[in-house]
């Protein structure tokens, strides 16, 4: 089985649309991120700065749904830099549905009172900027943040992810068994994040707070490469 996770994203020129980004963003913010640079595909992954990132959603279209909360902690292949994780709470510019409060937790009295995303810029910013962020489930991080970016500042943020739900995929191409298999009693394999953590021995945590998720996706991650890849594999193998 090859090594590299493919998307159309993973023949992006990473390095070179930082280089472009930084010419055209016209906030200061988005700039500072795109001049923080990105790092060469053949970097080996353990010589990469990485942010394990999570967001909470009130739904699962970008366009349609708000960001309600961020967890993020910074890490590497060797530690997870549990002092400098951040989370917060963050207003909705729609509102919140029944489903997404009994799903994330987060009432209406919580957000009432929060800030809104783009107050909260600077820090997430401070974060974000010479990292490599790490998702389960790309669809949600890159799109939310995007769209939110575009809304606020009327500008866009591209940048490369990796995603351990694609690298669980990659892994288990043959994970929903046909009816006939299922017959012979073959089950699915599932790729969410606490039944991927499974398979590696790692413990249970809650899941739907945005930091508690952040670093369930960060060890997740260590151990996806410790079984199955390498400190050396390149991150242009990696990120989609």
Request: aromatic content about 8%; proline content about 8%; charged content about 20%.
């Given at each position: 089985?090859?090594?590299?996770?493919?998307s159309?994203?993973?023949?992006?020129n990473?390095p070179?649309?930082y280089?472009?980004?930084a010419?055209?963003a016209?906030?200061?913010r988005i700039r500072?991120?795109?001049?923080a640079g990105c790092p060469?595909p053949?970097t080996p992954?353990?010589?990469?700065?990485?942010?394990?990132?999570?967001?909470e959603?009130?739904?699962l279209?970008?366009?349609?749904?708000?960001?309600?909360?961020?967890g993020?902690?910074?890490f590497?292949?060797?530690?997870?830099?549990?002092?400098?994780?951040?989370?917060?709470v963050v207003?909705?510019?729609l509102?919140l549905?029944k489903?997404s409060?009994t799903?994330?937790?987060?009432?209406?009295?919580?957000?009432?009172n929060?800030?809104?995303?783009?107050d909260v810029?600077?820090p997430?910013?401070?974060?974000?900027?010479?990292r490599i962020?790490v998702?389960?489930?790309r669809?949600?991080e890159?799109?939310f943040l995007?769209?939110?970016l575009?809304?606020?500042?009327n500008?866009?943020?591209?940048f490369?992810?990796i995603?351990?739900?694609?690298?669980?995929?990659?892994?288990?191409?043959?994970?929903?068994?046909?009816?006939?298999?299922?017959?012979?009693?073959?089950?699915?394999i599932s790729?969410?994040?606490?039944?991927?953590?499974?398979?590696?021995g790692?413990?249970?945590y809650?899941?739907?707070?945005a930091?508690?998720?952040?670093?369930?996706?960060?060890?997740?991650l260590?151990?996806?490469?410790?079984?199955?890849?390498?400190?050396?594999t390149?991150?242009?193998?990696?990120?989609?």
């Amino acid at each position: 089985m090859s090594s590299v996770i493919k998307s159309s994203n993973s023949k992006q020129n990473w390095p070179e649309n930082y280089r472009k980004g930084a010419e055209q963003a016209k906030d200061a913010r988005i700039r500072a991120f795109y001049e923080a640079g990105c790092p060469s595909p053949d970097t080996p992954v353990r010589d990469v700065p990485l942010l394990a990132l999570d967001f909470e959603t009130t739904g699962l279209e970008a366009d349609q749904h708000s960001i309600v909360s961020i967890g993020l902690v910074p890490f590497t292949l060797t530690g997870i830099q549990l002092g400098q994780c951040w989370h917060q709470v963050v207003r909705p510019r729609l509102p919140l549905h029944k489903t997404s409060v009994t799903i994330h937790g987060i009432t209406h009295s919580e957000i009432e009172n929060a800030p809104d995303l783009e107050d909260v810029l600077d820090p997430l910013f401070e974060h974000l900027n010479g990292r490599i962020p790490v998702v389960h489930y790309r669809n949600i991080e890159r799109p939310f943040l995007n769209t939110a970016l575009q809304w606020r500042l009327n500008e866009q943020l591209r940048f490369p992810v990796i995603d351990t739900m694609a690298i669980e995929a990659h892994l288990h191409p043959n994970r929903n068994p046909s009816r006939w298999q299922q017959l012979m009693g073959k089950k699915p394999i599932s790729i969410r994040l606490a039944d991927s953590r499974l398979r590696y021995g790692l413990p249970h945590y809650a899941s739907h707070n945005a930091l508690i998720d952040a670093i369930a996706t960060a060890e997740l991650l260590q151990a996806q490469i410790l079984h199955h890849f390498s400190p050396e594999t390149p991150i242009g193998d990696l990120w989609v």
